[in-house]
């Protein structure tokens, strides 16, 4: 299974909601990841997580909280975000380690905030 | 951190021509990888070169690695309107943990 998943696909919400992102994966990765992508821009990394910690934080506002429950689901947590926070956001997952591990994207969540 | 170029930004073929993609980095890099994205879709992983100077293909898709490590180049032979979408090259830092994409190359395929 080469299979990463994500929900909710499509999420609107005001200012001051309170709303999470989910991503999971069962291919045994160890690194997992948040990336933010605007239309016709790259991805931008947000978090990596590897052996389920935090290891990079991409100076990443915290109205952004990430969560890494096991080594299967990754969440991201939403709080007070702003209309620039609008955007796809894509989970991966990859081998951990110096190794050219390639990433395996989910279908991503496309945020829109009010 | 070392960041990569991708030249061109958009590229319009035909149906049936060629298509090349140049990624160019000012630092040496330990590996290049190459992924896909369609409109409205997310990243896909196409193939990586780890070595100075590999050459792979894949079907119609030829991947070079430059001989200095700091240089890479995608080339579809006939391209088809299955191909359209926004390639990027990326690469994964010495220290494992972070990937950096370039700034892509969009093709479009007009039939």
């Known amino acids: 299974d080469t299979e990463v998943t994500q929900t909710p696909k499509h999420l609107v919400m005001g200012m001051t909601n309170k709303k999470s992102l989910k991503c999971e994966q069962h291919?045994?990765?160890?690194?997992m990841y948040w990336y933010k992508q605007k239309a016709k821009k790259p991805p931008e990394l947000m978090f990596v997580?590897?052996?389920?910690?935090?290891?990079i934080n991409e100076s990443v506002p915290s109205r952004f909280s990430p969560e890494c429950p096991n080594s299967s689901l990754l969440n991201l947590h939403l709080h007070a975000l702003q209309p620039e926070d609008s955007a796809l956001y894509l989970c991966?997952?990859?081998?951990?380690?110096?190794?050219?591990?390639?990433?395996?994207f989910g279908p991503g969540t496309r945020l829109t905030v009010t | 951190g070392q960041q990569v170029m991708q030249i061109p930004q958009y590229q319009h073929v035909q149906e049936g021509e060629d298509f090349t993609t140049y990624c160019n980095s000012s630092t040496t890099l330990s590996n290049i990888q190459w992924y896909k994205q369609r409109p409205g879709g997310h990243p896909v992983f196409l193939i990586q070169?780890?070595?100075?100077?590999e050459v792979k293909k894949q079907k119609r898709l030829t991947f070079q690695f430059g001989e200095a490590k700091k240089n890479s180049s995608l080339h579809i032979t006939a391209t088809q309107t299955t191909d359209v979408g926004t390639y990027f090259c990326a690469y994964r830092d010495n220290y494992g943990q972070n990937f950096v994409f370039g700034p892509g190359t969009r093709l479009s395929v007009l039939p």
């Open positions: 997580y590897s052996y389920e910690k935090l290891s």
């Open positions: 991966a997952s990859s081998q951990p380690g110096i190794g050219a591990y390639e990433q395996y």
């Open positions: 070169l780890v070595k100075s100077g």
């Open positions: 291919m045994g990765h160890r690194a």
